[in-house]
């Protein structure tokens, strides 16, 4: 059985960085996409961006392009989000999930069946 | 960006009664549309993908329905664990931007 492990909560100041993990046990990697969605307090579902961790490209959001960075380690089978410029706004739990099944060519899209415990981000000075 | 909205916002039902969800697409996403069930405290779960298709070990009272720009989800006989926020969702423009409707709360009347 597949599951994704995220790293801790994490306390940033505004303006830093932050760089959440998600490592995959139990099951294939490489050709799952993951997905990074995230959480406000009280608010619903906003998906950041995903990468298929076999072509290690990632595909983002246009709200989050140029400050969030989406990588894969297939050694490792870590899928990483790292966001930058931090701001108040952007305390959230962060989630990794995984698309229902494998990538394949002309694939649209997928839902995702597996997801991470979430990670507590707080932006705070 | 398609834009996926959900109605109503609350939804108040007794146990054993049924609870009709609907979500809209700004434009037409076919049948890639999924549900989820959010608890407090826990991540989402997939119900439903495909816009009807139940995804493993969800109960037969769940069913959606629809295609093009208007789904369903309909929950036949509320059991207490139902009771959660309930968020549709489209993948069909990938390597576009996934997007979440906003949620639809099924409370205890």
């Known amino acids: 059985q597949v599951q994704l492990v995220q790293s801790g909560a994490e306390v940033k100041k505004p303006g830093s960085s932050v760089k959440v993990s998600c490592k995959a046990s139990?099951?294939?990697?490489?050709?799952?996409?993951i997905s990074w969605v995230r959480q406000a307090p009280g608010q619903g579902l906003e998906w950041m961006g995903g990468i298929i961790p076999i072509f290690g490209t990632a595909n983002y959001a246009q709200k989050f392009q140029g400050r969030v960075t989406i990588t894969a380690d297939e050694s490792t089978s870590t899928a990483y989000m790292e966001l930058s410029s931090l701001r108040s706004e952007d305390t959230a739990v962060y989630y990794c999930a995984r698309d229902l099944s494998e990538w394949l060519p002309h694939k649209q899209g997928d839902a995702f069946d597996i997801w991470g415990q979430g990670t507590m981000v707080t932006v705070s000075s | 960006e398609i834009v996926m909205t959900q109605s109503p916002a609350t939804l108040s039902v007794s146990p054993g009664e049924r609870a009709t969800l609907s979500c809209r697409a700004s434009?037409?996403?076919?049948?890639?549309l999924a549900w989820y069930q959010q608890k407090p405290g826990q991540a989402p779960r997939l119900l439903i993908y495909g816009a009807s298709t139940r995804a493993t070990g969800i109960p037969a009272r769940f069913s959606g329905s629809g295609s093009g720009t208007e789904f369903t989800l309909t929950i036949s006989s509320l059991q207490s664990e139902d009771f959660a926020v309930y968020y549709c969702q489209q993948y069909n423009n990938w390597p576009g931007t996934l997007t979440f409707g906003p949620g639809t709360k099924v409370d205890i009347k």
């Open positions: 139990g099951g294939t990697f490489s050709s799952y996409a």
């Open positions: 434009q037409s996403v076919s049948s890639n």
